[in-house]
């Protein structure tokens, strides 16, 4: 066998494969002698059809096959001959295998990996966000917690807003029913949002057993489109008017919280500790996505076509999961390559440049990071041990926090070299909730 590789570009590369025929005919004989034994053509017995009608029959398909995996075997001790690392799957080019004589020969076209290349690192400027859980923010949390308890009783007076109201409602378009309540009633909550202003405002001032008609137009951007720049009329019939009721921060709501006795200040102390852990769980994440940001903007190399093609495919994949979870009928969906270009070409971009640090600085998580991990998922369980010992059940499981606890040593090694600057930051803007 002998293979000559060819540059076509940076990346691509086109390789010349040949084959001697004889080991592969020898092949093709070894298939036809295994197919004899067992070849059923009618008018003979199992294993006792003559060769010539074997051949007949069978004699392209053991061709094919031998010749496929000749062209597998030779492709993969040429690629390794020449040092050669392929990105992706290699264009193969070949004359009718029929027409091989003394010699196959094949023409193979691929890109290969880049030689990664990262730019200065001193001078990237990662922002570490600082923060220390205070009293308002343990405080700010229990309103929270508080109003995911409430309850609603029943009142007689007119709505406001905060109100919990119970109604029957009819929807129409020039005179059109587009929705409907029928004998159902469904519970509102004045000004909760997730509608349009002017719908809760119609609601403020009614009592139970009134009704209600008006009128809403809604913007021409209004989402679900159906109803842009549409003009709705509404029929509504109040059933009843509750207010909210806030449970008390008392022993009985820490016991709702899993404080067995009651403890209102161990409360306290749970839910504070419980926000460090989600502080240091944010800080972690805002510094990592800065660093991957800082790895991806000075990488320096071309990335292989091949590479950005299967990350646009995977993320196309994984849109048409997400979407068919939510319900949506892929038929009246488009999804375009160029929709996740830029994603797919951060991304794929990203793995290399992981790949070559970790390889370049032996950056591998060990057992005891991994472990490390590990913990950290089972921490916010109720049974820690149960969570840990159903990882290690499954070596396979143990990759997710295998990978992850290798993303940690990339990014302390970045950190290692990068201007780290402290930033103090608001709770809210941590959490999100600005």
């Given at each position: 066998?002998?293979?000559?590789?060819?540059?076509?570009?940076?990346?691509?590369?086109?390789?010349?494969?040949?084959?001697?025929?004889?080991?592969?005919?020898?092949?093709?004989?070894?298939?036809?002698?295994?197919?004899?034994?067992t070849?059923?053509?009618?008018?003979?017995?199992?294993?006792?059809?003559?060769?010539?009608?074997?051949?007949?029959?069978?004699?392209?398909?053991a061709?094919?096959?031998?010749?496929?995996?000749?062209?597998?075997?030779?492709?993969?001790?040429?690629?390794?001959?020449?040092k050669?690392?392929?990105?992706?799957?290699?264009?193969?080019?070949?004359?009718?295998?029929?027409?091989?004589?003394?010699?196959?020969?094949?023409?193979?076209?691929?890109?290969?990996?880049?030689?990664?290349?990262?730019g200065?690192?001193?001078?990237?400027?990662?922002?570490?966000?600082?923060?220390?859980?205070?009293?308002?923010?343990?405080?700010?949390?229990?309103?929270?917690?508080v109003?995911?308890?409430?309850?609603?009783?029943?009142?007689?007076?007119?709505?406001?807003?905060?109100?919990?109201?119970?109604?029957?409602?009819?929807?129409s378009?020039?005179?059109?029913?587009?929705?409907?309540?029928?004998g159902?009633?469904?519970?509102?909550?004045?000004?909760e949002?997730?509608?349009?202003?002017?719908?809760?405002?119609?609601?403020?001032?009614?009592?139970?057993?009134?009704?209600?008609?008006?009128?809403?137009?809604?913007?021409?951007?209004?989402?679900?489109?159906?109803l842009?720049?549409k003009?709705?009329?509404?029929?509504?019939?109040?059933?009843?008017?509750?207010?909210?009721?806030?449970?008390?921060?008392?022993?009985?709501?820490?016991?709702?919280?899993?404080?067995?006795?009651?403890?209102?200040?161990?409360?306290?102390?749970?839910?504070?500790?419980?926000?460090?852990?989600?502080?240091?769980?944010?800080?972690?994440?805002?510094?990592?996505?800065?660093?991957?940001?800082?790895?991806?903007?000075?990488?320096?190399?071309?990335?292989?076509?091949?590479?950005?093609?299967?990350?646009?495919?995977?993320?196309?994949?994984?849109?048409?999961?997400?979407?068919?979870?939510?319900?949506v009928?892929l038929?009246?969906?488009?999804?375009?390559?160029?929709?996740?270009?830029?994603?797919?070409?951060?991304?794929?971009?990203l793995?290399?440049?992981?790949?070559?640090?970790?390889?370049?600085?032996?950056?591998?998580?060990d057992?005891?990071?991994?472990?490390?991990m590990?913990?950290?998922?089972?921490?916010?369980?109720?049974?820690?041990?149960?969570?840990?010992?159903?990882?290690?059940?499954?070596?396979?499981?143990?990759?997710?926090?295998?990978?992850l606890?290798?993303?940690?040593?990339?990014?302390?090694?970045?950190?290692?070299?990068?201007?780290?600057?402290?930033?103090?930051?608001?709770?809210?803007?941590?959490?999100?909730?600005?």
């Open positions: 066998m002998s293979a000559t590789v060819e540059i076509i570009s940076k990346l691509e590369r086109r390789m010349t494969v040949t084959v001697p025929m004889k080991p592969i005919e020898d092949e093709i004989n070894q298939r036809i002698g295994q197919l004899m034994r070849a059923k053509l009618p008018g003979f017995r199992p294993g006792k059809v003559p060769a010539k009608f074997v051949h007949q029959q069978y004699g392209a398909q061709r094919d096959e031998a010749l496929t995996n000749a062209v597998e075997r030779s492709f993969s001790e040429g690629v390794e001959t020449n050669l690392r392929v990105a992706g799957y290699p264009n193969i080019e070949h004359k009718p295998f029929a027409e091989a004589d003394k010699e196959f020969e094949y023409v193979a076209t691929f890109e290969v990996f880049p030689e990664v290349e990262i200065d690192l001193s001078k990237v400027k990662i922002e570490r966000p600082v923060l220390d859980v205070a009293a308002a923010d343990v405080n700010r949390t229990l309103d929270v917690l109003k995911q308890r409430a309850t609603y009783e029943p009142v007689k007076r007119a709505a406001k807003k905060g109100d919990k109201v119970k109604l029957g409602l009819s929807a378009i020039d005179g059109n029913e587009v929705e409907s309540t029928g159902q009633t469904i519970d509102l909550v004045i000004g949002g997730g509608r349009v202003p002017q719908f809760d405002e119609h609601l403020l001032g009614a009592k139970a057993g009134a009704e209600a008609t008006f009128e809403i137009v809604y913007p021409a951007d209004h989402q679900p489109e159906q842009a720049g003009t709705v009329s509404y029929k509504v019939n109040f059933v009843e008017v509750a207010e909210v009721k806030l449970p008390e921060i008392d022993a009985a709501f820490a016991k709702t919280l899993g404080v067995d006795d009651g403890d209102v200040e161990k409360m306290k102390a749970e839910i504070k500790e419980s926000l460090s852990q989600e502080v240091t769980k944010r800080v972690r994440q805002n510094v990592k996505e800065q660093v991957f940001d800082a790895l991806v903007a000075n990488a320096k190399f071309d990335l292989p076509n091949a590479l950005l093609g299967m990350e646009i495919d995977r993320l196309m994949q994984m849109s048409r999961h997400n979407l068919q979870q939510r319900g009928d038929a009246n969906v488009t999804l375009e390559p160029s929709m996740f270009e830029d994603q797919a070409k951060r991304g794929a971009t793995r290399l440049v992981l790949m070559h640090l970790v390889n370049e600085h032996a950056l591998q998580a057992a005891d990071q991994v472990r490390a590990v913990d950290q998922f089972s921490v916010s369980f109720e049974r820690p041990e149960d969570v840990v010992r159903w990882y290690y059940d499954d070596v396979k499981r143990l990759d997710e926090p295998a990978a606890a290798t993303e940690e040593n990339v990014v302390n090694w970045v950190l290692s070299a990068a201007k780290v600057t402290d930033k103090k930051v608001k709770f809210d803007d941590l959490m999100g909730n600005a």
